[in-house]
């Protein structure tokens, strides 16, 4: 069609009483092409789909993203479901209660491929929250989740809701992105907030990724189980996440703050002041089967606040009670420990609620009401019990404000003889429940008590004493004489309880045989190596020298060449292993920046590439990818049990080898390394176990066999790598690999604050 063609059709579709945005749109782009004194940048449609994978190319983020949209939109609880997502074509719905989208937000925000809001408008608008989002990358994470998407919104002041519906595959088919048209629809019933739910999804989700992505927002989320405050509109009320997977209708928590991170507390410790003045005090843990209290409080004596009053009158404390959850980091279960960390890192602490409302600065990172950080930095009580290791809050019932008022600038309480009460009161309730805690655990809690943590041996002693006074128990009675249920119940419970310690004492014994015996293993091939790599290196240089001498003096000599080639090669293996052995002896912590980790690496490796004709390709994203303080010989354990993985599965698959690395940074804490292969993979029922210790799909070897055999693996190597990384507060999980790979494995390092990077690599 020419272009007088294209104008008289234009005008015709103008004229129309009915109005075919479509037709206009389409005509409107055409004429344009005829213009030859202006040209214009156009966007094909389906540069949609290459978007969603590029920037967001795991599933995980994805959902992460949508939720801290939710985040930003001044929500204060959302609600994901996961139905029948065992495989792909399932279905994600999204719901939140935050502020929701007017028609005018939804075009010129969600609808808009690049919009300036969230960098001139850094905080929300309802709780000035620091903006979590990406910009502009919501979108792009619902077509990387699903091909549809479904999009319902309403702001509390509108009558109606609104519905847009996204078929994805809409963009596959039009050629100009303008030219893609999506209906919005009025929702009379929608309720206040934002619904997505994305259907036909892309990708199975596994109980892992589920959590990984929960993971992956815990810096968003601010648990506390105070949810009795009058008025929550007046202050941010905190951000709540949970999420559930459906089966036939059934919905089941799988993620929520109570489950990933206030269920991960050694203890819950609470109290409680009566009318009366008398305080009472109880702790529960499920770790520890410890549920105790409510029960008088009576202090430790040896328990001393760092404040100078000596207080046990609590009279003025009537109606006060408080709860603490109490984590010890360094001994938090694996799968959840980064998520608690994260958690602790911005929301720990112990909060003053005063008649519902939050009193500031009680409980933020700078406030030491209590006195815990002096406390732990005394060691008068030996467990931690600093003010990172709590979340809870107090609560004061006090509308008339006679023993606790405010200060005159709004910001805390006057300190008077209620407040000194107070702070003594929960200060020793809390030393009392660390100190159950501590004895619960087989630890000290004061450096004069002696060690309560019995060895095997004396554990066994003592389920013997118990079996031999349980048999006399119950021999000692006429086998006629039937006994009352009650004394039958209470000897049933007895023998359970025996019976739970022998296995108890059985696994305590077999986990600690295996450890001992994996570092003895690792000890002696430690101890191996260094006296391999300083008995070898003068040998081969003095190998290499003459070497060098015969080659020069008959320069033809291809197969001398090539020897002088594989010394060379096992020269730089020496001199890497060498320099890792050296640093690890001196336990030095360094900052070590990813490129020069991986150049190392890259080097050393290069010959083993060529013999098995296997290609690396190293890719790293950015500069000044520094980690955290860690041992060189950590990153060389780390690389080379990947590597060797690698090669395993490579020679299983009997493929052209091809390995990838990848590096970059995940945030402005974090960096991610990701190792690639494109060998056999790993079975999705093996997924969740190839890092336990001694788990492992090959077949081990003989002193004898041949190369071949050879590659093989003891089921140690992802076992160490994951213990390094965790140690670090890092995270090794199994990705989902890009087109091309078979297995990708993940691991997300701490990044090296400016202060522990030293002046001369920055």
Excluded at 180 to 196: H, K
Aim: proline share 3%; with cysteine.
């Amino acid at each position: 069609m020419d272009i007088i063609s294209l104008k008289a059709s234009l005008a015709s579709a103008l004229n129309d009483s009915e109005v075919d945005y479509n037709r206009i749109l389409s005509l409107a782009n055409q004429i344009s092409k005829y213009d030859t004194q202006n040209v214009r940048f156009s966007i094909d449609a389906s540069h949609i789909s290459r978007l969603g994978h590029e920037l967001v190319s795991k599933q995980e983020t994805a959902v992460a993203e949508l939720i801290k949209n939710a985040y930003d939109a001044d929500a204060n609880y959302v609600k994901a479901i996961f139905k029948h997502t065992y495989r792909a074509g399932g279905e994600l719905i999204i719901v939140d209660d935050g502020l929701g989208m007017s028609r005018d937000e939804l075009i010129n925000g969600f609808m808009r491929i690049s919009t300036r809001d969230k960098s001139e408008n850094p905080r929300s608008s309802k709780y000035k929250r620091q903006r979590a989002g990406r910009k502009g990358i919501g979108r792009f994470s619902a077509q990387r989740l699903g091909m549809r998407l479904q999009l319902t919104t309403r702001r509390e002041e509108d009558v109606a809701g609104i519905c847009i519906d996204i078929d994805w595959n809409k963009f596959e088919e039009v050629g100009d992105l303008i030219l893609v048209s999506n209906q919005i629809t009025s929702v009379p019933l929608a309720d206040v907030g934002t619904s997505l739910r994305i259907s036909n999804l892309k990708d199975s989700w596994s109980n892992a990724q589920i959590q990984r992505a929960y993971r992956f927002i815990s810096e968003l989320l601010q648990p506390t189980p105070l949810r009795f405050a009058p008025n929550k509109k007046d202050g941010d009320p905190g951000f709540r996440v949970e999420f559930y997977e459906e089966f036939d209708g059934v919905q089941e928590l799988i993620a929520s703050e109570q489950q990933n991170i206030l269920d991960n507390a050694h203890a819950l410790i609470s109290g409680y002041v009566d009318e009366n003045g008398v305080p009472y005090f109880s702790i529960d843990s499920k770790r520890f089967n410890y549920n105790g209290g409510p029960e008088n409080f009576q202090s430790d004596a040896r328990v001393k606040t760092v404040f100078d009053a000596d207080i046990a009158d609590y009279s003025l404390l009537a109606g006060v009670s408080f709860q603490a959850h109490y984590f010890i980091e360094n001994d938090l279960p694996p799968g959840s420990r980064n998520i608690v960390r994260n958690v602790l890192r911005k929301n720990s602490g112990i909060k003053i609620y005063r008649n519902g409302f939050r009193v500031l600065p009680y409980g933020e990172a700078q406030d030491d009401w209590l006195g815990l950080q002096r406390s732990s930095a005394l060691r008068q009580l030996l467990p931690p019990h600093a003010n990172s290791n709590f979340i809870g809050f107090v609560q004061l019932t006090d509308p008339n404000g006679d023993n606790f008022e405010e200060t005159a600038s709004r910001e805390g309480l006057i300190e008077n003889q209620a407040f000194s009460q107070l702070q003594d009161f929960i200060y020793k309730s809390l030393m009392h429940g660390i100190i159950k805690i501590a004895h619960a655990r087989g630890k000290k809690a004061f450096a004069t008590d002696p060690s309560p943590k019995k060895t095997p041996s004396q554990r066994a002693e003592d389920i013997t004493s118990k079996l031999s006074t349980f048999f006399e128990k119950v021999s000692n009675r006429d086998s006629a004489v039937q006994r009352p249920a009650a004394e039958q119940a209470k000897i049933e419970e007895e023998a359970s309880e025996i019976f739970d310690e022998i296995i108890l004492l059985k696994k305590d014994t077999k986990d600690l045989l295996e450890e001992i015996g994996m570092l003895r293993v690792l000890a002696s091939l430690g101890l191996t190596i260094g006296e391999f790599t300083h008995e070898t290196r003068h040998v081969l240089s003095a190998l290499s020298a003459g070497i060098f001498t015969i080659t020069q003096g008959n320069p033809s000599a291809d197969k001398l060449k090539t020897l002088q080639a594989n010394i060379e090669s096992l020269q730089a293996y020496m001199r890497y292993f060498d320099k890792a052995v050296t640093q690890n002896s001196q336990r030095n912590l360094s900052v070590h920046e990813v490129r020069d980790l991986l150049g190392d690496f890259e080097q050393v490796v290069s010959s083993a590439l060529k013999r098995q004709f296997v290609s690396l390709k190293v890719d790293v994203s950015g500069y000044d990818l520094f980690v955290r303080p860690s041992h060189k010989s950590e990153w060389a354990s780390i690389f080379f049990n990947l590597f060797t993985n690698s090669l395993k599965a490579i020679n299983r698959a009997r493929v052209l080898g091809d390995i990838r690395i990848s590096a970059g940074e995940v945030d402005d804490a974090r960096i991610f390394i990701e190792f690639m292969d494109n060998g056999d993979g790993i079975a999705e029922e093996n997924r969740e176990k190839v890092f336990d210790a001694f788990f492992t799909t090959s077949t081990p070897a003989d002193a004898l066999a041949d190369d071949e055999v050879h590659i093989t693996g003891s089921g140690l190597g992802l076992k160490i790598i994951r213990d390094i990384v965790e140690s670090a507060g890092g995270e090794i999980f199994i990705s989902e690999p890009p087109k091309g790979y078979s297995t990708c494995i993940r691991i997300e390092f701490p990044r090296a604050t400016d202060e522990e990077i030293p002046d001369e690599l920055r």
